[in-house]
């Protein structure tokens, strides 16, 4: 529903006693089947969305390939000093959309996103791959300033979105890190229900609950991550 499982699954890895790197491959391997159900969960809202969501799923799809090899190329100290502010970002785009979207409406006619949003779902992937904590909350910041939908059928082009990108950042994984099969598996079950409840939920929420439940998902990562 907010995109942010990660922030549950990542620090219970950890607390298992699996290495950072460890935790989160097996998290991503294991949270792409909870993003397919949620897809699955939102396919009405998906209606029509064919075109967008492969032009757009071609940017996650490279973003996650190269996020997953900088994952295994950089040293840790990169992402505790760049994700938490780009999640904080996130929240303020998301908390603004609304106000930004009635300036753009307003306005003369413009496509101001036909390069911008590709891009930040481009950067989005790359950091999905990278991490994924709040992704969601990032790719819903970045389709609402861009795109005028109604956030339900922007939530359900999100989770598609963030199913390319660590899908391709898993296949990655699988090839070149050290992924805990075990925990992963069960991530990926349990994952998968979750995807469908949330879906289920969100969809009965209206615009204002369910952009308070993602701002809320974005907050709760940056204070996780800082502290």
Do not use: H
Request: charged share 10%; with cysteine; glycine share 14%.
């Amino acid at each position: 529903m907010a995109g942010s499982g990660s922030l549950l699954t990542f620090p219970t890895l950890l607390a298992l006693g699996y290495s950072p790197l460890v935790a989160n491959v097996s998290n991503t391997v294991g949270l792409v089947f909870g993003n397919v159900s949620g897809a699955v969960g939102y396919r009405r809202e998906l209606g029509g969305q064919r075109r967008r969501a492969l032009e757009l799923g071609a940017c996650s799809l490279v973003g996650g390939l190269g996020g997953a090899v900088l994952l295994l190329a950089l040293p840790r100290f990169v992402f505790k000093l760049v994700v938490p502010a780009l999640i904080l970002l996130a929240v303020v785009l998301l908390l603004l959309q609304p106000r930004l979207a009635r300036r753009r409406a307003s306005g003369p006619p413009a496509d101001p996103g036909r390069l911008a949003l590709p891009a930040s779902i481009l950067a989005t992937g790359v950091y999905g791959g990278y991490f994924g904590a709040a992704q969601g909350v990032m790719l819903m910041a970045a389709l609402g300033v861009f795109l005028d939908d109604p956030l339900q059928r922007l939530a359900g082009l999100k989770n598609v979105l963030a199913s390319v990108a660590n899908g391709a950042a898993a296949v990655v994984f699988i090839a070149y890190a050290p992924v805990a099969w075990a925990p992963a598996l069960v991530i990926a079950v349990s994952s998968v229900l979750g995807g469908q409840l949330g879906a289920g939920v969100g969809r009965k929420l209206p615009p204002a609950a369910l952009r308070a439940v993602i701002v809320a998902g974005g907050l709760a990562a940056v204070v996780k991550l800082l502290v």
